[in-house]
């Protein structure tokens, strides 16, 4: 890599989708990119949504730049919060602003929407995609999914205190005693122990169900009750320490158990959503109905078909007296801080990308490995080549030096 290289420019535009809030990297990082030898650029009011001013860029030293077209000419490496597929329709009017040999890194969701993976590569770009940091020791201040899950939990317990008809916590008073509200996490990943956590310092008595047996201490350590279910379910987590997905016939069993622990409860709130595909249903319309009327249902999988069956993505229903409500992307409701976590998993992401101002894309790294998307003009990911009918590619091809890593 040649010393005499310019130094990196690192952009950071506002977001594509309008209805995004946050920001990739907020003002008090600015200044540890600069240590990494990167300048950066930032489109005037990319962080107004998040709280983030121009002038407080300004005051780190980072240069507000108008034209979202400029943006993309001197960036070296744009940072998004949700870009390509993740972001809709309005982020394929930024693939022509994309040159060959540029880095995109973002939320990509590349397992859902691998056309606009494909369509990265054919603009010759470079992207990484940060909800596949593998889940180790190394990696965990990176994992931009945990980050945001930790917001969505808590968002969602808000949500359902609020649709309740009914307070959370046990008082007794000159009028009698209110009963506390029976609240059910179904799920204990990130999302699903902050739900649990939340609710229960609110004073809701909470149960939490999850297909692992090995969270049962970590939903009993928040003061949670721990559901069992009379359902064999076998080898049920993935390496990574995600849920498994099962088949048929355990979501069938699961349902029929599932019944009469649901219909105790005042609110229930699901988190179980597999990355690429449908989210499983554990709440089934029955189900609904058996629930008193002023329950809340709160499904946290809404984005990806919904873990109720009649949850509507985006909205809330009333299905016989019971609310059922479908937020989407509840991290951005709470744009400062979800955008101070994510600024913070960024900039350790890219502590291992750049090196003395340039780029240094290490695929034996197993973090740039394994969120590496596109290079040279190729789908790098085989997972993602896999679902767009493209042969594997071998490990020899994956561990070719681009032009990048040469100072090319």
Do not use: W
């Not at 007794?172 to 509200?181: E, F, R, V």
């Not at 902050?194 to 201490?217: C, F, H, M, N, W």
């Not at 990574?240 to 979501?251: C, I, L, S």
């Not at 349902?255 to 959503?273: F, H, L, N, P, Y």
Request: aromatic share 4%; charged share 25%.
């Amino acid at each position: 890599m040649s010393n005499d290289a310019p130094r990196l420019t690192v952009g950071i535009p506002r977001e594509a989708d309008p209805a995004e809030r946050r920001v990739a990297i907020v003002p008090a990082t600015v200044p540890a990119l600069q240590k990494l030898g990167a300048d950066v650029v930032v489109q005037s009011g990319a962080g107004t949504e998040s709280g983030f001013t121009d002038e407080a860029y300004r005051e780190r030293d980072a240069k507000i730049i108008e034209s979202r077209d400029e943006l993309f000419q001197q960036a070296d490496v744009i940072l998004q919060v949700r870009c390509l597929g993740a972001c809709g329709e309005t982020g394929a009017e930024d693939l022509s602003r994309m040159r060959s040999g540029q880095v995109v890194i973002g939320s990509c969701d590349p397992l859902t929407f691998p056309d606009a993976v494909r369509d990265l590569a054919e603009r010759g770009a470079t992207g990484f995609s940060l909800e596949l940091v593998p889940r180790i020791t190394r990696a965990q201040s990176m994992d931009v999914l945990s980050s945001m899950a930790t917001i969505a939990g808590y968002r969602a317990v808000l949500l359902a205190a609020t649709a309740a008809p009914r307070m959370f916590p046990l008082l007794m008073t000159a009028a009698g005693t209110l009963k506390p509200a029976q609240v059910l996490i179904i799920g204990a990943g990130v999302a699903g122990l902050q739900a649990i956590a939340t609710a229960k310092r609110l004073g809701a008595v909470v149960s939490g169900y999850d297909i692992r047996p090995a969270v049962r201490e970590q939903v009993e350590s928040l003061g949670g009750r721990f559901v069992e279910l009379d359902v064999s379910a076998g080898d049920t987590e993935t390496k990574g320490g995600y849920a498994k997905e099962m088949d048929d016939d355990f979501y069938r069993r699961q349902q029929e158990a599932m019944k009469q622990v649901v219909a105790g409860c005042d609110v229930v709130i699901t988190t179980a959503a597999i990355p690429g595909r449908k989210a499983p249903v554990l709440v089934t319309e029955e189900m609904v109905s058996a629930m008193a009327s002023g329950s809340v249902i709160v499904d946290l999988a809404a984005e990806r078909g919904g873990n109720c069956e009649v949850t509507v993505a985006g909205e809330t229903i009333d299905h016989n007296g019971v609310k059922v409500l479908g937020p989407q992307n509840l991290p951005s409701d709470i744009p400062v801080h979800a955008s101070e976590m994510l600024s913070r998993n960024v900039l350790t992401y890219l502590q291992n990308l750049i090196q003395d101002g340039q780029l240094n894309i290490d695929l034996q790294d197993e973090v740039i490995s394994e969120t590496l998307l596109t290079r040279d003009g190729q789908i790098e990911n085989n997972r993602v080549r896999e679902l767009l009918d493209l042969p594997p590619l071998e490990p020899a091809e994956q561990m070719e030096p681009s032009s990048a890593e040469q100072g090319q």
